[in-house]
């Protein structure tokens, strides 16, 4: 959303450049253009994104959302933030709110195919399935990186989950245009299931939280319940894209990856074993318990979500500052090679 008081003069400067925005795409995302004609720019082409979903019946909660910097905060740059596989753009609202605080523009994106009107749990249909995924998520990097090669300032990348491994593929399409890079619970490969599990597809949403989706819907929870909605074949199928983009090391950005211990959904063992690779990456898990989906209290109706104000401020101070997230040495968590993430509560190193 637009601050009231910006809108004016940005409406101006969209108007001044929008016919030639459309060819003024820079030869390379990693050297985009600065100042008020690049901001001009960057606003024309995200109503351009924004104009793709005006005939699309959109859930409350999932329409791509800028939220800007509070007007008495100078500006520092853009964040861009991408939600997780059934999930919507209102999954990174407190962020985006406190991020405000800190000078930071949220660009909250609409994955392919979600936020959808939702008749109970039937299939959605244009969701990308095995044939036209690549094809779908291709268009979505390119039109996200056409955005921000715009963006004045800082850029940086997020997501949680699916919307983690799209980020990913997203900046492995551009490795020089973000200073950072932060991946909460990315699903490259689904976890293992023990013999006793009913075998099946695996997606961000297991079965046994549907109930739990559905009774979300009530407190105004967005986004898709059920496995039967979703084709569960995708995700896997970007996890594996984005652990390419991962093994291939042309990341130059400091990358902030956060797990969740034996994430009953997604497998951490890939993930963890690439990253040791990358030249500055930065890791942590919170225990046991703490669920897949993390970061929002949209997805946790009703959960004492305890380690919420931590991911939080992690997350800010990463973001602002490239301090990467406090852990707590000769934790638990360190038999998997990755030392626990500290609570606001504990201290750290």
């Known amino acids: 959303m637009l601050m009231p008081g910006r809108q004016n003069s940005l409406f101006a400067l969209i108007v001044t450049v929008f016919t030639v925005s459309c060819s003024t795409i820079p030869e390379s995302f990693e050297s985009p253009p600065q100042g008020a ?37 100078p500006y520092r740059g853009t964040v861009v933030l991408i939600h997780a596989y059934s999930a919507c753009p209102q999954q990174f609202f407190e962020l985006a709110e406190l991020l405000a605080l800190r000078g930071y523009r949220s660009m909250l994106v609409l994955l392919p195919g979600h936020g959808r009107i939702q008749a109970g749990t039937s299939r959605v249909r244009e969701l990308p399935n095995g044939r036209n995924w690549r094809r779908q998520y291709d268009a979505f990097a390119e039109a996200v990186n056409g955005i921000m090669a715009y963006a004045d300032g800082e850029r940086i990348l997020g997501g949680n989950s699916t919307g983690a491994a799209a980020s990913l593929v997203i900046h492995a ?40 989706c559905l009774n979300g819907r009530a407190v105004g929870r967005a986004g898709y319940c059920g496995m039967a909605v979703m084709n569960s074949e995708v995700p896997a199928l970007l996890g594996q894209e984005a652990l390419r983009a991962i093994s291939a090391d042309v990341n130059p950005a400091s990358v902030q990856f956060v797990f969740s211990a034996e994430d009953p959904v997604a497998g951490n063992g890939d993930i963890i074993a690439a990253m040791k690779g990358l030249e500055q990456a930065f890791s942590c898990m919170y225990p046991h318990g703490v669920p897949h989906l993390m970061v929002s209290q949209f997805d946790n109706p009703g959960v004492d979500m305890y380690w919420l104000d931590s991911l939080l401020n992690g997350a800010i101070e990463f ?30 190193d």
């Open 37 to 73: 004609r690049s901001t001009a720019v960057f606003y024309s082409r995200w109503v351009d994104y924004l104009d793709r979903f005006d005939t699309v019946a959109l859930q409350q909660g999932c329409r791509p959302t800028l939220i800007e910097p509070r007007p008495d905060v």
């Open 319 to 348: 973001i602002a500052e490239g301090q990467p997230y406090p852990v707590l040495p000769g934790s638990s968590a360190q038999k998997d090679g990755i030392n626990e993430c500290a609570l606001l509560t504990e201290r750290a």
């Open 173 to 212: 399409q551009a490795p020089l245009l973000y200073e950072r890079h932060i991946a909460w619970v990315p699903f490259i490969r689904p976890a293992e299931k023990s013999s006793s599990s009913e075998a099946g597809p695996v997606s961000d949403l297991a079965d046994e939280e549907v109930n739990t």
